[in-house]
């Protein structure tokens, strides 16, 4: 990493700082800004942060109920740059460049809290079987206007040529990608200054709401480095043309909501895609491994969704699956095989939000197809059709309200497995204590309904 910053540095003598980042479990972006005179101190010995940056809220609020913040005495521990994460910050005027870090203990163990850790845990175990996960991260998004409506809701924003402000649903609409064609550029520009190997855009269902495709890598590490790296670039190109952007699940009652699709496939020592076959259902390890992603995706609903708005994209016929089925070529069920050629079989897993933590969904993903590896077991047969009615409905039903969620992720044996007892007592601790402060706000909606009448 010392070489890495050297030709960094070389290449830039304008630079004055760096900004370090670590990704909560929200996937917020802490940490510090260095001046570059520190930064070789810094990038060998680590920068200090508190342990309690895993124990904040979304609003970031320590949860002192994890043992994290003064039974810890709010300890420091030393935060490590990720090699390959440093990058120019192109919409910083000047001179600022960024690296990702990890938080480790003293002793250089990786901080059991990092959810980045906690996927490279997973793949450790991939390795010793020979096997290599393939992933690609699709991530949804809207564009809002800076300015509320009149109830302090968000609203879409005018459009950049029209000056409209548009309420309707318009799918893969070539116009909307020529109303934001110019913002759109940008954060393509800004991708590529930063290497996040954006492949696609397209408008989606929502007014304002877009999708970018990254590129599929065999380092899951990195892609989700590369995930986390999008969304900072997509808010913070909005902010200088003027608009707002956010990766919340649901802002509008009435319009689609925004997820985190990940697809994965499997390489095997020599390279070759294990998953790979003529059939259109993939190989028998694609099954299986499909087998594993259902029998432990209710236990990670919460992993999914993990916020008191991630809920509200669990509707019939949103395209969001309110069962663990799995389909071929069917986006309206949990898991689907993708229509391709043999050699690019995969499954998509197309249950998180685009709020959720891409590390933790990743390995939660991961964690779940080497279980039907190992077990060996198929899934049930593909769902066929409407995945809301009919044959979808007999499978097992997702959790799609946050109290059970959590409780049934609290007591899961798997969370314990996959990430350890203690990563799974701080995550169920910090999303019930911010679960238990959402529903003490008295809200105008209830009062709306009831204060009356009663």
Known sequence: MQQELQQFLLQRPELRFIDLLLHDLN????????DVAAAAQVFERGLLLPGSMFAHDVQGGTVQAT?????DGDADRPCRPIPGSLV???WQDHGVAQAQVTMHEPDGRPFFADPRHLLARVLARFAALGLTPVVAV?????????ERDAMGMPQPPRGPLTGRREFRTQINSMTDLDEYSAILAD??????????????????????QFEVNLAHSADALGACDEAVRFKRIVK???RRHEMDATFLSKPYRDMAGSGLHIHVSLLDAQGNNVFADERPHGSPLLLQAIAGTLGTMADGMAIFAPNANSWRRFRPEAYVPLTAAWSINNRGTAVRIPASDAANRRLEHRVAGADANPYLVCAWILGGMLAGLQAGQLPPPPAEGNAYRGAAQSAERLPVHWPVALERFTNSSFAADLFGPDFRHLYATV???ELDEFVSHVTPVECSLYLSPL
């Open 236 to 238: 913070s190109v909005a």
């Open 88 to 90: 120019d910050v192109p």
């Open 67 to 71: 043992g994290l913040g003064f039974d």
């Open 138 to 146: 699709e991530l949804e998004f809207y564009l809002l206007d800076r």
């Open 431 to 433: 999303r019930q204590s």
């Open 187 to 208: 954060i393509d520009t800004v991708c590529r200054a930063q290497r996040v190997p954006a492949t696609s855009s397209l408008a989606e269902y929502g007014p304002g």
């Open 27 to 34: 996937g917020v972006d802490r940490g510090k800004r260095i």
